[in-house]
């Protein structure tokens, strides 16, 4: 699976928009972008995924580049509850293997 | 989303006892489930993963005598912390994936496993 690199942590204000980057320089074309978080003492949560084309869900968008060598994951207005590590990953969807953390971004969202 | 309960949150221990870790998919099959531990500000590191009927597959460093992991069903994995030292100490979680959402694969909540 494709390295992604992460920045360790980032500071949004409640209210506003936060933008989680992901660089995946490697990524393979049958390789989708998934995202997941974890909240301080709980199993990670399953945000969002994409392939190639931009997606959207009740909880986030994911915004993939033209080349996919980068990505954003986007909370559009964030709460303190969004509070926790975001974890980019990059994988073959392989319905028999798993899925590989690096250390993510941590994200406090402040009042 | 597909729901993956585990039980129990917590354990403490004394050294030397085993603990024994539920890992259930509720509403879905999982012929195959994940069992990561994490340390304190560190990320996840899967330990085994656990095939229904069949042996499971451990990680290089992880010592599958002292991590047992049962997978008679195909909703329930347990992993067995055997002869548990404090080093053992650490937050478990396990994860299936569910194949009719696209294989996403989904968490429970983690045991905080403490060994005094």
């Known amino acids: 699976d494709a390295k992604t690199t992460q920045p360790p942590s980032m500071d949004c204000a409640e209210g506003r928009a936060a933008n989680l980057p992901c660089n995946h320089s490697?990524?393979?074309?049958?390789?989708?972008v998934y995202w997941y978080r974890q909240i301080h003492s709980q199993g990670p949560q399953y945000i969002i995924h994409g392939l190639k084309n931009n997606e959207t869900n009740e909880m986030a968008s994911l915004i993939i580049t033209e080349d996919r060598k980068s990505s954003t994951l986007i909370l559009p207005h964030a709460t303190l509850r969004d509070t926790a590590v975001y974890y980019c990953?990059?994988?073959?969807?392989?319905?028999?293997?798993?899925?590989?953390f690096g250390p993510g971004t941590r994200l406090s969202v402040l009042p | 989303g597909a729901v993956v309960s585990q039980h129990p949150s917590r354990v403490i221990c004394k050294s030397g006892t085993s603990v024994k870790i539920e890992c259930r998919s509720l509403d879905f099959q999982a012929t195959t489930m994940f069992w990561y531990r994490q340390f304190p500000k560190q990320s996840l590191m899967l330990m085994a993963t656990?095939?229904?009927?069949?042996?499971?597959?451990?990680e290089q460093g992880v010592e599958k005598d002292k991590f047992l992991i049962n997978h008679a069903s195909l909703t329930l994995s347990t992993l067995t912390v055997t002869s548990a030292h404090p080093e053992d100490s650490s937050f478990y979680i396990c994860s299936a994936r569910d194949l009719r959402a696209e294989g996403k694969l989904f968490f429970g909540s983690g045991t905080q496993l403490s060994v005094l």
């Open positions: 656990s095939n229904e009927g069949s042996k499971a597959t451990y």
């Open positions: 990953i990059v994988r073959v969807d392989n319905y028999g293997q798993n899925f590989v």
């Open positions: 490697t990524i393979s074309g049958n390789e989708y």
